[in-house]
């Protein structure tokens, strides 16, 4: 059976780790995570760090995954090989049903919303222009993989340009003298760990989306040295950058100023240049949707072109097109479903109900690297991820926390909702197992 080709170098890779999370988080939620920190601006920093790192820590883990497992479909492939093909089939049903196609839907329906600031859409315009979206980026990635992912690095160029335009920028024209506040709370007590805790949940959700280029480990060259070294870049970039950026965003607003709003980069920008330069931001954002929606296409359909070779899909799923080498079923599929739910309209209500589910796959793909190292103790392992047992460990530590911490947060109608959308799973592959 034909097989998809490496052609994903380092920088393409890496750019795609990037270009995966960069959506519209930090350009909006630092305010809410700096309001959650009690104000304070060592709290919130630290909070951007210490996401940062245990990011870092599971895109080495992941890295050495890949590195062992350098097939079609990461995530999905290790869930498989530990846990067996149920536990990943739900993890691709999940995905399919909400994950990805929620993801697809918010990503281009919110970037319509901010076309329309610049176009008179009204309701019919807005929802053919989601349309267009999907489309078009569907159409790059049937026609081949490198005009996708040249596309995909093409727009992470610009939104991280865009970027550190403003970690330059702002501080120049700005500068510190407004940030006449203490560093750190004058007590640590209970309620400070508890806003930190509550403002992590914020930023891990901002570092989400690293895990979907795992998908793409088949079409990889030279996986066993690319994939662990363009996760770890590509999560690095991310640290810095987002730890910059909240700086930058200091030195337009100030703490109060950051905390009070929920469009930071357009209210710093605004305070930099004026209300003129401030619509100009629009742009990257919209960019920055648009090309984490089509990562999410492109790398979503990988996962389903396996479960289909698996027999636990459509099996039109699992077939590459004769001409353009891409599992174009899979990506017009996925991105069917993607614009379904981006049309019925409630697609941001349905994805706060199951996104947390990810997470729970997320800790259990880090902590198959330990039944691994047990159960396949002479694989070669040309990258071995470093600090082994601790840096797995801490990484599923850290999503169970966050599910726990969702659970208990979320009303039980939103828990029960999203959990039992998984399990509708469990017929469904009953059914294909018998097929």
Excluded: C
Excluded at 265 to 285: C, M, R, Y
Excluded at 412 to 426: C, D, S, W, Y
């Amino acid at each position: 059976m034909k097989d998809l080709q490496r052609t994903i170098g380092l920088r393409d890779l890496t750019l795609g780790v990037v270009g995966s999370v960069i959506g519209s988080g930090i350009f909006l939620v630092p305010g809410g995570v700096l309001s959650q920190s009690g104000n304070s601006i060592g709290v919130a920093m630290l909070v951007w760090i210490v996401g940062g790192v245990l990011t870092f820590l599971g895109a080495l883990t992941y890295g050495e995954l890949g590195a062992m497992t350098p097939d079609t479909g990461g995530l999905y492939l290790y869930l498989r090989d530990a846990y067996g093909t149920l536990v990943a089939f739900m993890y691709g049903w999940a995905l399919f049903f909400a994950i990805a196609a929620g993801a697809i839907g918010v990503l281009s329906s919110v970037s319509a919303d901010y076309i329309a600031q610049f176009l008179p859409l009204g309701v019919v315009g807005k929802k053919v222009t989601i349309l267009l979206i999907i489309g078009g980026l569907t159409w790059l990635n049937v026609r081949g993989t490198n005009l996708g992912v040249g596309f995909m690095s093409i727009a992470t160029a610009l939104k991280v340009a865009a970027l550190l335009f403003l970690i330059v920028a702002l501080p120049l024209v700005k500068g510190f003298g407004n940030l006449e506040t203490s560093l750190w709370p004058d007590h640590w007590d209970a309620d400070v760990f508890q806003a930190f805790g509550a403002a992590m949940l914020m930023v891990l959700f901002a570092y989400e989306g690293w895990q979907f280029s795992t998908f793409i480990s088949g079409e990889v060259v030279n996986p066993q040295r690319n994939l662990p070294l363009g996760l770890a870049l590509g999560t690095l970039i991310l640290l810095v950058i987002y730890v910059f950026a909240n700086v930058a965003y200091l030195s337009a607003l100030g703490v109060d100023g950051v905390a009070g709003t929920t469009t930071v980069a357009a209210d710093a920008v605004s305070a930099a240049f004026g209300i003129g330069p401030a619509a100009l931001i629009t742009i990257p954002i919209i960019i920055s949707m648009v090309s984490a929606a089509h990562f999410v296409i492109l790398s979503s359909a990988r996962v389903y072109f396996a479960m289909a070779r698996d027999g636990v899909f459509f099996r039109r799923l699992g077939v590459i097109h004769p001409r353009y080498n891409t599992p174009a079923f899979a990506l017009v599929v996925g991105s069917l479903a993607g614009a379904a739910l981006a049309m019925v309209g409630t697609v941001q209500q349905m994805l706060s109900y199951v996104v947390f589910v990810g997470w729970i796959f997320y800790g259990l793909g880090a902590m198959s690297l330990i039944v691994f190292r047990r159960t396949r103790p002479n694989v070669r392992r040309l990258f071995r991820v470093p600090g082994y047992p601790i840096t797995p460990l801490l990484f599923g530590l850290a999503a169970l926390a966050l599910v726990i911490n969702t659970i208990l947060t979320q009303s039980p109608k939103e828990t029960v909702l999203g959990l039992g959308l998984v399990a509708l799973g469990l017929p469904a592959y009953a059914a294909w197992r018998r097929g």
